[in-house]
């Protein structure tokens, strides 16, 4: 018993399960919109657990698929399949559990989520090999994001509407702009392994450029969401801080300085993310 658990925690820690705080914010938000209130509990149970499935599978097809790579970067090597701390063999194993969760959990939201499921999971695949081929391997990882907040709305309606698809891009432009900072730790080795990303094809300060258009594209989305769902000045003044909080971020890393990038990725979109639930619930449910 002990030895599973440890694999478990090995597997947890491998996957970084606490990040899940990055996209589970943006599928509330998106059932919040939805419903114009509260969802039930038994519709909040089964998104968070679709999207703690969908996370689960995603991170761990990734270590999964990278493992060969990882080995070979210096800043990856300890990760738990190249460290030896876990087999391929049970990762797999944990990467079906979790698929064959995030399906169940669409099977009872509604037929229409679980339609939608295949693809995400195509999609969650597809990202763990893009940057073999392609720069635009975090725009992918943004569509795997954006599907929260469509997803959640699904489960609530039944139905994919404008203001989820204006919602799912905002997020596919934050996420695809942080990962564009958090993919500048790897630029030199990205280079001389072959691997493509926009800090390869752009450099630092192009990829630096290139972050700050994407997020502030995420921005004009929020604001576009704003005022289609005819949105109270509670949900204003989160679109606010969220700027606020990105313009502290790109301030972090301002002339290409990576000291900070810890602070900028984990802590700075974690805020984001949270800020944009809250001012979203609390606007919707003052009305």
């Known amino acids: 018993m002990t030895s599973i658990m440890t694999k478990i925690r090995v597997f947890l820690e491998m996957i970084k399960f606490s990040h899940t705080i990055f996209a589970l914010p943006f599928a509330l938000t998106g059932a919040l919109l939805a419903a114009g209130g509260l969802p039930t509990i038994?519709?909040?149970?089964?998104?968070?657990?679709?999207?703690?499935?969908?996370r689960t599978t995603a991170m761990a097809m990734n270590r999964l698929i990278d493992a060969d790579i990882d080995a070979m970067n210096p800043r990856t090597a300890i990760r738990a399949i190249p460290a030896g701390l876990i087999s391929k063999g049970l990762t797999f194993a944990f990467i079906i559990a979790a698929a064959a969760l995030m399906m169940l959990a669409a099977y009872m939201l509604n037929p229409l989520c679980l339609k939608l499921s295949p693809i995400a999971l195509f999609f969650l695949?597809?990202?763990?090999?893009?940057?073999?081929?392609?720069?635009?391997?975090?725009?992918?990882?943004g569509i795997c994001l954006a599907a929260a907040p469509i997803g959640a709305w699904a489960a609530m309606r039944g139905t994919i509407d404008a203001p989820a698809l204006l919602l799912g891009a905002a997020v596919l432009f934050w996420v695809a702009g942080f990962d564009i900072l958090y993919s500048l730790q790897d630029l030199d080795f990205d280079r001389s392994a072959g691997l493509h990303s926009i800090p390869v094809l752009l450099g630092v300060n192009g990829s630096l450029r290139a972050a700050r258009i994407f997020h502030l594209i995420m921005i004009g989305l929020l604001f576009s969401l704003f005022f289609i769902m005819h949105l109270g000045p509670i949900f204003l003044f989160g679109i606010f801080v969220v700027t606020a909080m990105l313009l502290y971020e790109h301030r972090l890393l301002r002339g290409g300085n990576l000291d900070n990038l810890d602070a900028a990725f984990f802590n700075m979109n974690g805020y984001i993310s949270v800020a944009i639930v809250f001012f979203t619930a609390a606007d919707v449910l003052s009305k």
Do not use: D
């Open 42 to 54: 038994y519709q909040t149970f089964w998104i968070i657990i679709a999207m703690v499935g969908a």
């Open 125 to 141: 695949l597809l990202y763990s090999y893009c940057k073999r081929f392609t720069a635009l391997a975090h725009v992918v990882l």
